[in-house]
């Protein structure tokens, strides 16, 4: 299982004052307002940030940090990716998991023939879709929908699907 989760990308600073515009990649940006520290991979390592301030700008979250009150304190940050650790990530109802969590996962079919790897998860607005990479090399698009995926084991990294006629035809 994942420790860490990606919540967004430090897109450019904001202003003279230390804050920074964040492109978010969670999948509800709400999320920044309670999140109360995150860090950032440097080169030189993990770098905690407290959260100060949190405010919201067309598609993109302004951030201001403890410690962090100009321009230049914060513009080594720029293009880096903000984390959280799993302790700090949102919480999850029943029947909920993490994206981050299944990626690499083991795919079978409904005879349990082993026929590739998670490798995506596309996020649709409908529903999601799962890019699987099959075990000869080919690529399918699976739509998460009942009547495609049939079984989840998030903690054995397995899914189980039916390859609903047409997915695998050849162009």
Known sequence: METEFRIGVIANTHGVRGEV????????PARFKKLTECFVRTKQGDVTLKKKSCRFF????ILGFEGIDTLNDVEKYKGLDLFVTRDHAVPLKKGEY?????????????????????????????????DVLLDDG?????????DCILER???????????MKGLLDER
């Open 98 to 130: 993490y994206i981050a969590d299944l990626l690499g996962a083991d795919v079978y079919d409904e005879t349990d023939a082993h026929i590739g790897t998670l490798s995506d998860v596309i996020q649709t607005g409908a529903n999601d879709v799962y």
């Open 21 to 28: 515009k964040v492109f978010p990649t969670t999948d509800d």
């Open 58 to 61: 067309k598609n993109m979250v």
């Open 138 to 146: 080919r690529k399918v698009l699976l739509p998460v929908i009942p």
């Open 153 to 163: 084991n998030v903690e054995e990294k397995k899914i189980k699907v039916h390859i």
